[in-house]
């Protein structure tokens, strides 16, 4: 008679096998960002050099696919908003003193935490494959970085936003996920 663990192990082993080879199978499928895709993509963009640097230095980068590169593109926008309201406006709001600059920071910071509110749905939406609404949205975002500058160019004093080079990025980020999503539709 035989043990119950070589019972066990006649039908485990038979079943470990093929997950393994299940996995294995499938990974062979899979396409990484690699090199050539990141290119593909930042070719496409506004700024390439932006791009391509971008994706690079994210350590995330290595384990997405092309889907996986939409999400992550928002992702890095999440994070650069988020920083700018956690971080770069609360510094900038230390050394204000001019009225004025001070309503027009208050004025960004609730544009960028209305930013951050559309690209975590907007990530959402992605996950979801929903790309359609990923346009939509990564696009209400990027209008609020609008807002944000035309709150420093619209009425005197004209003045450059001290948070352009953020705004900038905001914008830039946005771009390439246009190019990822429209890829993907």
Same mark, same amino acid.
């Given at each position: 008679?035989?043990?119950?663990?070589?019972?066990?192990?006649?039908?485990?082993?038979?079943?470990?096998?093929?997950?393994?080879?299940?996995?294995?199978?499938?990974?062979?499928?899979?396409?990484?960002?690699?090199?050539?895709?990141?290119?593909?993509?930042?070719?496409?963009?506004?700024?390439?050099?932006?791009?391509?640097?971008?994706?690079?230095?994210?350590?995330?980068?290595?384990?997405?696919?092309?889907?996986?590169?939409?999400?992550?593109?928002?992702?890095?926008?999440?994070?650069?908003?988020?920083?700018?309201?956690?971080?770069?406006?609360?510094?900038?709001?230390?050394?204000?003193?001019?009225?004025?600059?001070?309503?027009?920071?208050?004025?960004?910071?609730?544009?960028?935490?209305?930013?951050?509110?559309?690209?975590?749905?907007?990530?959402?939406?992605?996950?979801? &494959?929903?790309?359609?609404?990923?346009?939509?949205?990564?696009?209400?975002?990027?209008?609020?970085?609008?807002?944000?500058?035309?709150?420093? &160019?619209?009425?005197?004093?004209? &003045?450059?936003?001290?948070?352009?080079?953020?705004?900038?990025?905001?914008?830039?980020?946005?771009?390439?996920?246009?190019?990822?999503?429209?890829?993907?539709?």
């Amino acid at each position: 008679m035989a043990s119950p663990i070589s019972c066990i192990s006649i039908f485990l082993l038979p079943l470990i096998a093929t997950s393994l080879f299940f996995q294995v199978s499938n990974a062979t499928f899979e396409v990484k960002a690699d090199q050539a895709l990141i290119d593909s993509i930042c070719e496409q963009t506004r700024d390439v050099d932006f791009c391509k640097s971008t994706f690079n230095a994210d350590p995330r980068t290595v384990a997405v696919d092309r889907y996986g590169l939409a999400l992550l593109s928002i992702a890095i926008n999440m994070d650069g908003v988020r920083a700018t309201i956690d971080d770069t406006i609360p510094k900038i709001v230390k050394t204000l003193t001019d009225p004025v600059d001070k309503e027009r920071i208050q004025v960004c910071l609730t544009d960028y935490n209305d930013a951050l509110v559309k690209l975590k749905a907007a990530w959402m939406a992605s996950s979801e &494959r929903n790309y359609k609404e990923v346009i939509g949205l990564i696009t209400d975002a990027a209008n609020k970085m609008v807002d944000c500058d035309g709150a420093y &160019r619209k009425s005197p004093p004209i &003045r450059e936003p001290p948070i352009s080079g953020e705004i900038e990025k905001v914008t830039k980020l946005t771009d390439i996920t246009y190019v990822i999503i429209n890829d993907l539709i």
